[in-house]
């Protein structure tokens, strides 16, 4: 019962890791859009970026660990139509230009984000490194 106990942690471990990872990911994609926001805002072009919310789709399908399939039929009532997830990233894309740019949506409204993702000079190194690892400057 141990053993079944101990792999049962490392799963949840690993799990909570991969939480984490996209957590960062998602900030950080975050304070990208922000920094771009503000760097195109004096050309009129809008970057927002856009939360679907969790998408009822084949995504993870090929998963074929255990608790995959059991795991997806229990988070199914959760989760919202592809059509439903749609409907910001449709709003977003085809609202008249009002000049909100920089923010983040969720269901077709500025939701809050994190500190981290507002913080300019964190964009500005998160900007200058993206310019780095594609060796070009971009001027905007």
Do not use: M
Request: charged share 20%; proline share 3%.
């Amino acid at each position: 019962n141990c053993l079944i106990f101990d792999k049962y942690l490392l799963i949840l471990k690993i799990t909570l890791a991969k939480y984490k990872a996209l957590r960062a990911i998602e900030t950080g994609q975050l304070t990208f859009y922000e920094a771009s926001g503000i760097k195109l805002s004096t050309d009129n072009i809008s970057v927002n970026a856009i939360h679907p919310g969790g998408v009822n789709t084949s995504l993870g399908s090929q998963n074929k660990a255990w608790y995959s399939k059991p795991l997806r039929l229990i988070l199914r009532p959760f989760f919202r139509s592809p059509l439903k997830g749609a409907e910001s990233i449709i709003y977003l894309s085809t609202k008249q230009d009002d000049g909100i740019t920089g923010e983040y949506f969720v269901d077709s409204k500025i939701h809050s984000s994190s500190s981290y993702s507002k913080n300019l000079e964190e964009a500005h190194k998160l900007w200058s490194l993206s310019e780095e690892l594609v060796n070009q400057t971009f001027d905007i």
